[in-house]
Structures are given as C-alpha cells and as structure tokens.
C-alpha cells in the first residue's frame, strides 16, 4: 500500500470535504472556527498536502453535517 498523499482516493476525499464545506455555505475560517482550528488547517486538507486521522474526519463531519460512512462510501467509489 502507498503511503503517498497523492492517491487517488486521497483526491476524491479532498473533494468531497471541499464540496460539503461549499454546498454548507461555509467558507475555509468559518468551518475553521467551528473546529476551533486554524484557516490553514482547513486549507491543507483540502488541498490534500495534509491527511486527516479518524478523529479529525469525524470532527469534519460533525462540523459539515455530514454522515462519516456515506463520505467514505463515496471515496471507495
């Protein structure tokens, strides 16, 4: 398995958190503060030049709304 960054479920899951934050109607240091996190932190999962452990994803998900096994269901296309 690679441990790259840059894989091709990586992207898609990027994506997906991008759209969900967009289609919420929030932007990056909106969703930032509701994590009570940093804009940067938002802006390099996104981008997709950071990964998100279990914690942080369900802490994503949480903040967007989202349900976590859908999204993952979508990343496993």
Sequence with gaps: MRKSIYTERQVRFCALLKA???EA???QKQLAKRLRAYHSYVSRYE???RRLDVIEFLA???ALGLEPGKVLAKVRG
């Design 60 to 62: 994503v998900a949480e």
């Design 20 to 22: 969900a934050r967009k």
């Design 47 to 49: 981008r997709g030049d």
């Design 25 to 27: 109607g929030l932007t």
